[in-house]
């Protein structure tokens, strides 16, 4: 990056992420996810401030961020959707789900849409096999997903929501046992009498 775009970064936030972890250098991977949650993704300024205040080569830094798939080294939009490809999800139809959030958005795994607000991602596995198959939009999951329900899914981060669609349900009718009717004295049982079978 050019000398004049690292003047301008805004280097506050990996700054505060680095004292954070008292420049400890043994606390890399915690400073990168930290750095990355700020930042949404790790610019290349941001790695070279890393190198540079934890006293790191710059090729260490490089190597640890793209050793770990968490990790993006690409811009990405402010809500991450990540599609479950994995064999539960896959024979639940999940492509089905993928192709529907592709439609919508118009675009394509790993890009980001133009106003910048989504970027879509494939995983191969989100270890919630039984709710297949599965959604998630940055820390929300949403199981048993369907095209169905993606316009819907997709309506409160466009609307600058917080994430998550609260499901109506019908109204419960509270269903009461009924009570005993009131018989005024309690009655009480009689032992019941033995039949005579012979003599007095």
């Known amino acids: 990056m050019p000398a004049t775009d690292m003047e301008t970064f805004d280097f506050s936030k990996v700054d505060a992420v680095i004292e954070k972890y008292n420049t400890e250098k043994s606390w890399l991977i915690m400073i990168l996810q930290d750095t990355q949650t700020a930042y949404n993704w790790l610019p290349q300024p941001v790695l070279e401030r890393v190198a540079e205040r934890l006293a790191l080569p710059l090729s260490h830094v490089y190597n640890v961020a793209t050793f770990y798939a968490s990790f993006s080294l ?17 024979l639940r139809r999940s492509t089905w789900l993928l192709d529907e959030v592709r439609r919508e958005l118009g675009i394509s795994e790993g890009e980001m849409t133009a106003d910048r607000m989504f970027t879509l991602e494939t995983v ?27 316009k819907n899914v997709l309506t409160a981060p466009r609307q600058g929501k917080e994430v998550g669609v609260k499901e109506t349900e019908p109204a419960r009718k509270e269903i009461k046992a009924d009570k005993p009717k ?8 009689a032992p019941k009498k033995r039949r005579r079978t012979g003599g007095k």
């Open 182 to 189: 009131a018989s005024g004295a309690r009655t009480k049982l």
């Open 74 to 90: 690409k811009e990405r939009g402010r809500h991450l959707i990540r599609v479950c490809d994995g064999t539960a999800c896959h």
């Open 124 to 150: 191969a596995c989100l270890g919630a096999c039984a709710l297949a198959p599965v959604m998630t939009i940055d820390a929300k999951c949403f199981p048993r997903m369907t095209p169905e329900k993606v």
